[in-house]
Every structure is written in structure tokens, then in C-alpha cells.
């Protein structure tokens, strides 16, 4: 059974950091694309980050980059989103999401709430 699992959301202080995880099963990690995305109330998803599987390049959307970074662990078969300098509109579910190419997911997990306050 494939499952990708998000933890490490929570309610942080803007100017706060959190480290988000993607743990994967069920299928050839390596081989897949990781993507994160966020979902905020009344919102439409918006892609946030991705790392590819082969040379693990990675993509990050313009109003996180320099304040989120993402890294994968294949031998923990697992995907980090380090985000630093967090923001009220931050807010959001973010889901991670695995595909054999970016921007083509097959995989979904069920979200982890990350609330900035101001």
C-alpha cells in the first residue's frame, strides 16, 4: 500500500521556523519526484517546492524561495521542507505529493496544518 505521511506542523510565531517530513512507503522512493503544496482556506493549492529524483534538483515557488528549503533522505526514504522566516500567509494545509516526473503526481498524502501567527 503506498503512503506518504506529513508531520511536523504545528502554530509557530511569524519569524518562526518549521521542519515539515514526507515519509513514504509502498513504492520505489527513489524513483519519484517529491513535490509539497499548501492549501489555505478559500484558496486554491499552489505548488510551494519539488525535488527531482535523479540529480535532485529542486524547484521552489517565488514567495518561499530563499526562506524554504527542501531535501530528501532516500535511505530514510523521506522529504524535508525546512521553512524559516514564516509568515501569516504561510497558513495552510501543506500536502506532499510523488510523482515518476515533476508536475505529474500519482501520490498524495493527507496534509499537516501549519498556522503562522502574527
Known amino acids: 500500500e503506498v503512503q506518504l505521511v506529513e508531520s511536523g506542523g504545528g502554530l509557530v510565531q511569524a519569524g518562526g521556523s518549521l521542519r515539515l517530513s514526507c515519509a513514504a512507503s509502498g513504492f520505489t522512493f527513489a524513483d519519484y519526484a517529491i513535490g509539497w503544496f499548501r492549501q489555505a482556506p478559500g484558496k486554491e493549492r499552489e505548488g510551494v517546492s519539488c525535488i527531482s529524483s535523479s540529480d535532485g534538483s529542486t524547484y521552489y515557488a517565488l514567495s518561499v524561495r530563499g526562506r524554504f528549503t527542501i531535501s530528501r533522505d532516500n535511505a530514510k526514504n523521506t522529504v524535508y521542507l525546512q521553512m524559516n522566516g514564516l509568515k501569516p500567509e504561510d497558513t495552510a494545509v501543506y500536502y506532499c505529493?510523488?510523482?515518476?516526473?515533476?508536475?505529474?503526481?500519482?501520490?498524495w498524502g493527507q496534509g499537516t496544518q501549519v498556522t503562522v501567527s502574527s
Open positions: 505529493a510523488a510523482g515518476l516526473m515533476v508536475d505529474d503526481y500519482d501520490y
